[in-house]
């Protein structure tokens, strides 16, 4: 076991080093698609009353739904080279926006979504809504 840890290790170690940049782009893509999915339901689940949960859940599908097909399309569906539509040229890129930044673009389309399917449906029970006021409310600390 641990002679397949180090190999494993020396695996992951090849594939941060090479191609050059590869983990940088990683993390900023894993960046932007939390940014897409699960920053807008966070943040207004804690400071609205009135989003739901078929709001959020909505939402956070239409932002990472957003943000992976603009991903794919300029860098290919699942990385596979050659299967990307418009090509990884900044003359593609929607406003200039590279693939790995796109993420701010999917959570704005996701509180746009949370918050007009949150309009379209019934409100959430009043014990949920005094969850919401009592987790941004402090209590006292005497």
């Known amino acids: 076991s641990r002679l397949a840890m180090a190999a ?3 695996g992951a170690g090849d594939l941060g080093l090479n191609p ?13 698609l939390a940014a897409a999915s699960l920053f807008p339901a966070l943040l ?5 009353k009135r989003v739901t949960r078929e709001g959020a859940v909505l939402g956070m599908l239409a932002g990472i739904g957003v943000t992976l097909a603009y991903v ?11 299967t990307s539509f418009l090509g ?3 003359p593609n890129w929607f406003l200039g926006i590279e693939p790995n ?3 701010v673009v999917g959570a704005i389309v996701n509180f746009g979504a949370t918050l007009t399917v949150s309009r379209l449906t019934a409100p ?10 009592d987790i941004r409310v402090p209590v006292s600390s005497s």
């Open 8 to 10: 494993a290790v020396l």
């Open 20 to 32: 050059p940049g590869f983990a940088a782009g990683t993390v900023a893509l894993a960046f932007g």
């Open 44 to 48: 207004l689940g804690i400071f609205s």
């Open 72 to 82: 794919f399309q300029h860098k290919g569906i699942m990385f596979i080279p050659g």
């Open 88 to 90: 990884d040229l900044p």
């Open 101 to 103: 930044a796109f993420g």
């Open 124 to 133: 959430p029970p009043d014990s949920v809504q005094q969850l919401v006021e």
